[in-house]
């Protein structure tokens, strides 16, 4: 069982900065963490994963070369950060987990966080 609460989340300007987090409890290390995001009206998609050790990451499209995914299993925490932050990155981000190989759908993930809100202003 993994427990996941996301922070960081906030309003910022276009081309600006926001460094989520997500901590988690119990075997974080052995899990595979992802952030997806959700805008109004969307379907919940896909944006980042990184395996057990922090060696292998993947990346949606849309954000690769702004975004960042890292984790520090000695604090069993997950982090994403993202640059040059434009108005449709605009959504509720979560934090997920799983065990296995590495995953980009939602319904691969076992363990979800509440959510945090990242608002762009343009």
């Known amino acids: 069982q993994v427990q996941l609460v996301e922070s960081g989340g906030g309003l910022v300007q276009a081309g600006g900065s926001l460094r989520l987090s997500c901590a988690a409890s119990g075997a974080f290390s052995s899990y595979v963490m992802g952030w997806f995001r959700q805008a109004p009206g969307k379907e919940r998609e896909f944006v980042a994963q990184i395996n057990w050790n922090g060696l292998m990451t993947y990346y949606q499209d849309s954000v690769k070369g702004r975004f960042t995914i890292s984790r520090d299993n000695a604090k069993n925490t997950v982090y994403l950060q993202m640059n040059s932050l434009k108005a449709e990155d605009t959504a509720v981000y979560y934090c997920?987990?799983?065990?296995?190989?590495?995953?980009?759908?939602?319904?691969?993930?076992?363990?979800w966080g509440q959510g945090t809100q990242v608002t762009v202003s343009s």
């Open positions: 997920a987990a799983r065990r296995g190989y590495t995953a980009s759908r939602v319904y691969e993930y076992t363990y």
